[in-house]
């Protein structure tokens, strides 16, 4: 039986991306834009809070118009209105909950809180308008998400069934990119920095540690972090050049290396059909080959636009909170954590 029809208005503003789109039946992707503040932040190394939410107010009614706009509909044409509710910064998220509660108040249309990870999940179903479809992903299915704050490992067995078997235990892996690439003088963000030095460098050129925790799906970052900063401290002490390229390339690896090693193990535990990377981490190119090429399960990684935060992945979680009629009171409050956590 097929689903029901439906055209989401999404809005996320978690972080440090005002974005708007508009996506049809929980795949079709209609308008899809994003104001990033990247260059704002970049002076500060990392995300500055209060300047975030202040951009936010800035950008975020231009960036739902032009959403519309591409999309060729008028507000009148959308059935629902899904927002990022958490987790994320709350100044931030308030602009984005206000602005759809707004929306939908003015118009009655149902206003739909969606977990920002379990948007970045449903971004493995989006294609754009234009483009030839691809195979939805089947349940059972693993989720590895990895993002600035978040390294996980969900099991789905239907649509919004979600069971966390492990997280982070310490630094999620785009935090520790981050503050890695801090260490090495690399411009922020850390991950593509990170990824660019280490293509010129060789990833075995360091020994650092794989933290595996056995008997767990849980990761930790912490040790290799450490390990990093020891190996930087000792070359300084012997008045040593940093060779950049070949720690932010075995740091890279050993990162990498345990979260597709772990995602392989559970899947094959937990019987998987097919497994789903999802978060900007997934948009790292020794992630993305490594588990493409060892995984013996069909692997949904989304386009490097699908990666980073993008309204269009909580219009598309948002599309099956609406057929299964899961609306959100007008009192909706912004949720900084992931309720699995």
């Given at each position: 039986?097929?689903?029901?029809?439906?055209?989401?208005?999404?809005?996320?503003?978690?972080?440090?991306?005002?974005?708007?789109?508009?996506?049809?039946?929980?795949r079709?992707i209609h308008?899809?834009?994003v104001?990033?503040?990247?260059?704002l932040?970049?002076?500060?190394g990392?995300?500055?809070?209060?300047?975030?939410?202040?951009?936010?107010?800035?950008?975020?009614?231009?960036?739902?118009?032009e959403?519309l706009?591409?999309?060729?509909?008028?507000?009148?044409?959308?059935?629902?209105?899904?927002?990022?509710?958490?987790?994320?910064?709350?100044?931030?998220?308030?602009v984005?909950?206000?602005m759809a509660k707004?929306i939908?108040?003015?118009?009655?249309?149902?206003?739909?809180?969606?977990n920002?990870m379990?948007?970045?999940i449903?971004?493995?179903?989006?294609y754009l308008?234009?483009?030839?479809?691809?195979?939805?992903?089947?349940?059972?299915?693993?989720?590895?998400?990895?993002?600035?704050?978040?390294?996980?490992?969900?099991?789905?067995?239907?649509?919004?069934?979600y069971?966390?078997l492990?997280?982070?235990?310490?630094?999620?892996?785009?935090?520790?990119?981050?503050?890695?690439?801090?260490?090495?003088?690399?411009?922020?963000?850390g991950g593509?920095?990170?990824?660019?030095?280490?293509?010129?460098g060789?990833?075995?050129?360091?020994?650092?540690?794989?933290?595996?925790?056995?008997?767990?799906?849980?990761f930790?970052?912490?040790?290799?972090?450490t390990?990093?900063?020891?190996?930087?401290?000792?070359?300084?002490?012997?008045?040593?050049?940093?060779?950049?390229e070949?720690?932010?390339?075995?740091?890279?690896a050993?990162?990498?290396?345990v979260l597709?090693e772990k995602?392989?193990?559970?899947?094959?535990?937990?019987?998987?059909r097919?497994?789903v990377?999802?978060g900007?981490?997934?948009?790292?190119?020794?992630l993305?080959?490594?588990?493409?090429?060892?995984?013996?399960?069909?692997v949904?990684i989304?386009?490097?636009?699908l990666?980073?935060?993008?309204?269009a992945m909580?219009?598309?979680?948002?599309?099956?909170?609406?057929i299964q009629?899961?609306f959100?009171?007008?009192?909706?409050?912004?949720?900084?954590?992931?309720?699995?956590?």
């Amino acid at each position: 039986m097929p689903l029901p029809t439906a055209r989401i208005l999404g809005i996320e503003t978690s972080c440090d991306e005002t974005a708007a789109a508009v996506v049809s039946d929980g795949r079709v992707i209609h308008s899809n834009v994003v104001a990033s503040q990247i260059d704002l932040h970049a002076q500060y190394g990392g995300v500055f809070p209060e300047l975030a939410s202040r951009e936010h107010v800035k950008a975020i009614y231009p960036v739902v118009n032009e959403a519309l706009r591409q999309a060729h509909v008028d507000i009148q044409d959308i059935d629902a209105i899904a927002v990022t509710q958490g987790p994320g910064l709350a100044g931030s998220l308030v602009v984005g909950v206000n602005m759809a509660k707004g929306i939908a108040l003015a118009t009655g249309k149902p206003l739909i809180g969606v977990n920002h990870m379990e948007g970045h999940i449903y971004s493995a179903w989006l294609y754009l308008a234009n483009a030839s479809p691809h195979q939805a992903p089947r349940f059972p299915l693993l989720a590895l998400l990895v993002s600035g704050g978040h390294s996980e490992l969900v099991l789905m067995t239907d649509h919004l069934t979600y069971q966390r078997l492990g997280g982070t235990l310490d630094d999620a892996a785009g935090e520790a990119f981050d503050k890695i690439a801090r260490l090495l003088d690399l411009p922020y963000p850390g991950g593509p920095s990170i990824q660019k030095a280490g293509m010129a460098g060789k990833d075995d050129a360091f020994s650092f540690p794989k933290a595996m925790l056995e008997g767990t799906w849980d990761f930790s970052f912490s040790g290799v972090k450490t390990a990093v900063l020891r190996a930087v401290e000792g070359l300084q002490e012997q008045g040593r050049p940093l060779p950049t390229e070949d720690l932010a390339a075995s740091f890279q690896a050993a990162v990498a290396d345990v979260l597709v090693e772990k995602t392989l193990l559970a899947a094959k535990e937990h019987k998987v059909r097919e497994i789903v990377v999802a978060g900007g981490v997934s948009a790292n190119k020794r992630l993305r080959e490594k588990i493409l090429s060892q995984s013996t399960r069909p692997v949904h990684i989304p386009p490097l636009f699908l990666c980073t935060d993008n309204a269009a992945m909580i219009a598309g979680a948002g599309y099956f909170h609406y057929i299964q009629e899961d609306f959100s009171p007008f009192d909706l409050d912004v949720l900084p954590t992931w309720p699995l956590s």
